[in-house]
């Protein structure tokens, strides 16, 4: 199986930000990056073709944003259903290539049709109604 990369942000997998899309001859697709501390569960990805990136839904709790796309990686990701994500173990004190890199997950991601709201988008949503609220108690009458 011939594997074509597609897309990468760093010339090797030595910063943990580093990711690397590949795409073999049967035309799927695989994103290769270092691993999250937890293990994903019903994961799925959104592609948000204006600001260029994926949002990979680990689970719940984890949201992995895949920045700086590039427009052929872009028009190949459109045609996606399903993205197979390899999620390897990062030591930043070895040489890791791709070769001696160590799978800690290994999993399918299905397409979103919209765009997941991030943990901070709730946390700054609750903040705003705890404030709104607040402002609309209304003060007690003074004697």
């Known amino acids: 199986m011939a594997e074509e990369v597609i897309n990468k942000v760093t010339n090797t997998l030595k910063n943990i930000d580093s990711y690397e899309l590949m795409k073999n001859d049967k035309n799927e697709v695989m994103i290769l990056l270092y691993a ?21 839904s680990r689970n719940s709790e984890s949201i992995a944003i895949i920045e700086n796309l590039q427009d052929e990686s872009i028009k190949q990701l459109k045609e996606l259903k399903k993205l197979y994500v390899c999620e390897i173990k990062y030591d930043e004190k070895t040489n890791t290539n791709e070769e001696e890199a160590e799978i800690v997950f290994a999993y399918l991601a ?3 049709p919209t765009e997941r709201r991030t943990i901070q988008d709730k946390v700054k949503e609750q903040r705003e109604k705890i404030i709104e609220e607040k402002n609309k108690k209304p003060t007690s009458p003074e004697k």
Do not use: C, D, M, V
């Open 110 to 112: 299905k397409q979103s």
């Open 36 to 56: 999250g501390n937890t293990p994903p569960s019903r994961a799925s990805f959104y592609l948000n073709e204006k600001a260029k990136y994926i949002e990979l």
